[in-house]
């Protein structure tokens, strides 16, 4: 098949997907056409079926703000058309299934039809896609698109909610590749960090509000009091400078290791014994199951869809969204010694369910049926 594909090329979940799938599906002999701003972060090897076009943006002292979605509809018909895709794959609705459905009506009034298929990632729905100001253009081009998936069964319910959709959502879960996300077992690299033998939390995100920074904080505090334990806070954004602030402020600053955007995460994540994700909102938890492939347990808010990942009392713990006590609770007791390799064992094969060999038959075999729906309704 040869597929486009649309999404954000920056370091959050929705992109990391879409460029792991369109690798994923590459090396089955699929032809994937990435369609963006910049070279994704995660395009990061060499293969003959991968392309990428970059969208370019006239800049013109009228726009106060750039035509983005114009230029990316005009550069999918392009594309399209000249690449003779068969199906579009726009991730993130915003702005992507609007300006797909805008270049599905140019190409179709050039006489060349082709399906999109829109996949729902979180934010666009839960905090984004729902404010007034957006919602009527998300329902429209949400409904306009021939394939619609969601990423967890509780962000399709939370979008059936919130939206009048009209066709069926399909639920294709986030997926991991078991290859590059493992326990390596890098002890020596754990010692430089923890050298009285402490225990090791992580943290990775975008440093944004619905991540609650402030409650990894305060339940590492709560640990710490406890036992032993240091931190990695892996990722940057808006939070991190008042983050940073409340750890001086508490006198953590010590404990507590800020380590910027690291392209390579698989290299630090084997190092921990616990992952922290207090999410407000999490549709999936992308990076929660990256830390489980790694044989890293999970201390999570029950936010969601992160209950269909993180399973009570065996592959973690999950609480109420700002339940600091109860986190903190949680971790000391899945970090005690006698547990923590159960936990740890029981993450991996939680993150195997999830594997991309599992996972991406599932989104090819969707295309197949997207597209013969596709088709056999244009005949009538
Ligand atoms: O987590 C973020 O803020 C980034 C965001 C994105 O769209 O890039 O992540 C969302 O999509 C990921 C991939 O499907 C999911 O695993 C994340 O749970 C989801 N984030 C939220 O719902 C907050």
Redesign the pocket.
Known sequence: MKIGIVC?PTF??????ATELGKGLAKLGHEIHFITYSQPIRLDFFNENLYFHEVDIQSYPLFRYPPYESALASKMVDVVKHEKLELLHVH?AIPHASAACMAQQILKGQGIEIPVVTTL????I??VGKDPSLAPVVTFSINQSNGITA?SES?KQETLSLFDIEKPIEVIY?FIDLDRFKNTRKDHYKKAICRQGEKLLVHT??F?K??RLEDVVKIFRKVRQKIPVKMLLVGDGPERTSIERMCRKLGACEDIRFVGKVEAVEDLLPLADGFLMP?E???????ALEAMACEVPVISSNA??LPELNLHGKTGFLSEVGDIDGMANNTLKMLQDDQLPVFKANALQRARDFSLSNILPQYESYYYNIIELFYKEKKG
């Open positions: 954000y959050g979940g929705s992109g990391v997907v993130y990632h979180g934010t666009d839960t905090l990423v962000l986030n995100s975008n944004r619905v991540k999410s909102k999490e549709s999936f938890g992308l990076a969601g869809g």
